[in-house]
């Protein structure tokens, strides 16, 4: 019997595992899978805190529903019945500039209205129908693509905290075409965002926001529980070593040992650049290059006086230069039922990212002390909070830089160098929750394909 071990327990990880077991009949003898989880619970970055009554996700808020790989975790691990899609309110969303909150409206008119945009600026973004489309292919900024498109007004009070709130990640140094690959088809098939939007009204699939009833960890755990392979935790991988048949793991400080014929690294890109290095130089250096700076959550929860002075909606990002440190803010019981006791209200805040890597350098303390002064500020509140949660994570979401997608062609290219070993993950082909449990499955349908079609006396 072959056997596949997958290095590390978030939804990429899983995901990958499930599909390799979804395809396992087609590998001559059957495939046993181990995923090995470094940490003491499945789920990575999706991990759901819950406590006195309140939930709070220390990572992603949920997923854009639609993506078919989703559709078929979801219900392989059971979940369909607690599917929880957001409130209709999570279509309110707010920017504060200028020393206001205001309203991200739809429409021209109502972007003018809540003082976002100047008219001037609005006028440069509707002549967005007449700048010819760029020839060079050379990469291009986030910024500097919505500046030449939409105007830098546009790029400086839209799109920079539109990236901030995607990526938690700085728009002059993010590449368009690898961090928000739809706009620069739009420009390349339409010449224009503003046409290819109109062309195609009615067919883009936007999805909306879900999550499930007991919050995002409940998909990683069930799959963990119920997708027909084994899950280690708390089984750090820190060696792989080549044998004649395939690979060695080392797991944990005692000398404990795994042979497979197959690895996936489902861990992050600083983890499986270490783990490659004694492989191939080139390839660790590739995946040690992807940014992945930290960011800072603060969840509060405060009683009716809060609630009273929170907007309802998704939440508010914070433009740069407003003399806030936060990111931005997640109302988070107006999303979902269920996240606070009854009269309270729960919002995060958010600091860090590429914008503010220094962040990481506060203690969880500093943190909180932050948080709570920011946010009384913001919305007036001068009761003290009556929850509190910190979660640091100190790599969190790739930023994909100029250069990203050259990169992630090389570590693919020079990945398939190395027989049986793959790699998936946020950090190479979409950051969010969704597109790392795509990318997971589509390596697992890959493993199997490679083990199948392998010699029977394959060795190095
Ligand atoms: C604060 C925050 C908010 C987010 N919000 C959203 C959102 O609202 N919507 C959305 O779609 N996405 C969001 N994301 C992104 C989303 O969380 C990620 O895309 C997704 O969870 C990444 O999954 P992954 O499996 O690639 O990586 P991870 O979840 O990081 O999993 C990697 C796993 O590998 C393990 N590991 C590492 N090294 C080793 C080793 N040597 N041995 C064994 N195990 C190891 C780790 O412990 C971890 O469990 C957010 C992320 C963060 C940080």
């Known amino acids: 019997m072959g056997r596949l071990v997958v290095v590390g327990g978030g939804i990429a990880g899983l995901a990958a595992a499930w599909a390799a077991r979804a395809a396992a009949r087609r590998v001559p003898g059957g495939l046993d899978i181990l995923v090995l989880e470094r940490g003491e619970d499945v789920g990575g970055k999706a991990r759901t805190i819950s406590r006195d009554g309140w939930l709070v996700e220390a990572g992603p808020t949920g997923f854009l529903s639609g993506g078919a790989e989703m559709d078929r975790l979801v219900a392989a691990s059971g979940l369909a019945a607690e599917i929880l899609p957001a409130n209709a309110a999570a279509a309110r969303r707010f920017i504060y500039h200028g020393g206001r909150m205001r309203r991200v409206a739809a429409n021209p008119l109502g972007l003018v209205r809540s003082g976002l945009l100047s008219s001037q ?26 500046a030449r498109r939409l105007g830098a007004e546009a790029a400086d009070r839209l799109v920079a905290p539109m990236t901030l709130g995607v990526f938690a990640g700085d728009a002059h140094r993010l590449s368009l075409v690898a961090s928000f690959p739809t706009m620069a088809t739009l420009e390349r098939d339409h010449g ?56 060695e793991i080392s797991v944990g400080g005692d000398g404990t040992t795994i042979t497979a014929d197959a690895i996936i690294l489902a861990a992050d890109s600083a983890a499986a650049a270490s783990l490659l290095r004694e492989h191939s130089g080139p390839l660790a250096a590739d995946l040690a290059a992807i940014h992945c700076p930290p960011v800072g959550v603060v969840a509060l929860g405060y009683g009716p006086e809060g609630r009273k002075r929170i ?48 962040a990481g350098t506060l203690t969880p303390g500093e943190l909180a002390t932050l948080a709570r002064a920011e946010v009384a500020r913001l919305y007036g509140i001068e009761a003290a909070p009556c929850f509190e949660q910190v979660v640091q994570w100190p790599r969190a979401i790739p930023q994909y830089e100029l250069g990203h997608s050259a990169r992630v062609t090389r570590i693919d290219e020079m990945t398939a160098a190395l027989p049986g070993m793959f790699i998936t993950g946020s950090a190479l082909h979409g950051v969010a929750f969704p597109a790392a449990a795509a990318h997971g499955v589509q390596t697992g349908e890959r493993v199997v394909e490679w083990l199948s079609a392998r010699p029977a006396d394959w060795h190095w």
């Open 192 to 247: 224009s965002l503003i046409r290819g939007l109109l062309a195609r009204r009615g067919r883009m699939q936007s999805g909306t926001l879900t999550t499930f009833v007991g919050g995002i960890q409940e998909l990683p755990r069930a799959l963990a529980a119920r997708g027909g392979f084994r899950v280690s935790c708390h089984a750090e991988v820190n060696r792989i070593a080549r044998v004649r048949l395939g690979w």
């Open 121 to 146: 600026g609005m006028l440069r973004l509707l002549a967005e129908v007449v700048i010819p489309r760029r020839r060079d292919s050379s990469d291009e900024s986030i910024w500097d693509f919505a």
């Open 311 to 358: 907007p309802t909606g998704f939440g508010v990002l914070i433009a740069r230069g407003e003399g806030f440190r936060m990111l931005g803010n997640l109302w988070d019981s107006h999303l979902y039922p269920g996240r606070c006791p009854d009269g309270h209200v729960l919002i995060r805040a958010m600091y860090g990212g590429g914008v503010d890597p220094q």
